[in-house]
């Protein structure tokens, strides 16, 4: 009698792999209910520096575990496809060895020798291998579907990193920009300390520089770009609400930033900011 072709053609260690995949999946649900948290902590047109902050520190444990996603499907889909190589091969050989049975078949059912339990026997080992060439084929099939199936969770996640990381890229030129526009107001602060004090006038406080119409350019500069900054912030925002709920949001800043560099002169230069139109032809919003 012939012997067995080895059973079933089926993928073995999907559940292992389908196992890890359960925990990183559990995982995602976890950060995206972080995600939910945060989202809830902030408006969602809230793209100051903390809420973006806060956003970049989920999406960076997301992209991770993303990642170690599509590694698993890329492990899976690589052993797999081997497995499914070889079961081509078998099915190949499985197919032959039933071609050569049925002849057998057929020689001892034209010999004049052959007895009726030899014939019976044959026709059980024919049987035998229809069978498991027909199960081997069909299992080949689901095969394919499933490491279809695992091609197309691992393109969907894939384009999930890929989604992610732009967004994180898009936060974090936000922060730079914001960041930016702050230490460029510092710096034209600092460049007008070092100016007064060349010119002797260390006595003479920044309060009344301003009501006296003294105010350095540098200062005017670094203000004008502080508001830029929070300008480019939203410039996404298109209906009125949103710009308006926007420049609110970019006026809180602007004073935030004032207050940050300027102190107890902080009153005064929010005062200037927004009546600079009168003395140097800057309004508050203008950028």
Not at 186 to 193: A, Y
């Amino acid at each position: 009698m012939a012997n067995s072709f080895g059973g079933s053609i089926k993928l073995k260690g999907e559940s292992e792999y389908t196992n890890a995949l359960k925990t990183i999946t559990s995982n995602l649900t976890v950060m995206s209910s972080e995600m939910k948290l945060v989202s809830a902590q902030y408006s969602s047109n809230d793209k100051s520096i903390q809420a973006l902050t806060s956003r970049n520190n989920v999406l960076n444990k997301q992209i991770e575990e993303g990642k170690k996603k599509v590694d698993i499907y890329k492990s899976a889909l690589e052993d797999f496809k081997v497995q499914q190589d070889k079961n081509g091969a078998s099915l190949i050989e499985l197919t032959m060895r039933l071609e050569n049975e049925k002849k057998k078949l057929q020689e001892l059912k034209s010999s004049t020798s052959s007895t009726i339990d030899e014939i019976k026997a044959q026709e059980k080992v024919v049987a035998s291998l229809s069978r498991e060439l027909s199960d081997s084929e069909s299992q080949y099939e689901k095969n394919k579907l499933s490491i279809n199936k695992y091609q197309t969770q691992m393109n969907n996640a894939e384009a999930e990193v890929v989604k992610m990381t732009k967004e994180l890229k898009n936060n974090n030129e936000i922060i730079d920009k914001t960041e930016k526009g702050m230490d460029d107001a510092s710096k034209s602060v600092e460049d007008f300390k070092d100016s007064e004090k060349q010119a002797g006038k260390e006595t003479i406080t920044l309060g009344d520089l301003i009501k006296g119409n003294l105010i350095s350019e540098g200062i005017i500069a670094g203000i004008k770009g502080l508001v830029g900054a929070m300008k480019s912030v939203a410039i996404w925002l298109i209906d009125l609400g949103k710009q308006v709920i926007n420049q609110y949001a970019e006026y809180e800043q602007l004073i935030g930033g004032v207050e940050t560099l300027f102190k107890d002169s902080a009153n005064v230069v929010s005062e200037y900011a927004n009546n600079a139109y009168k003395t140097a032809g800057l309004s508050a919003n203008e950028s």
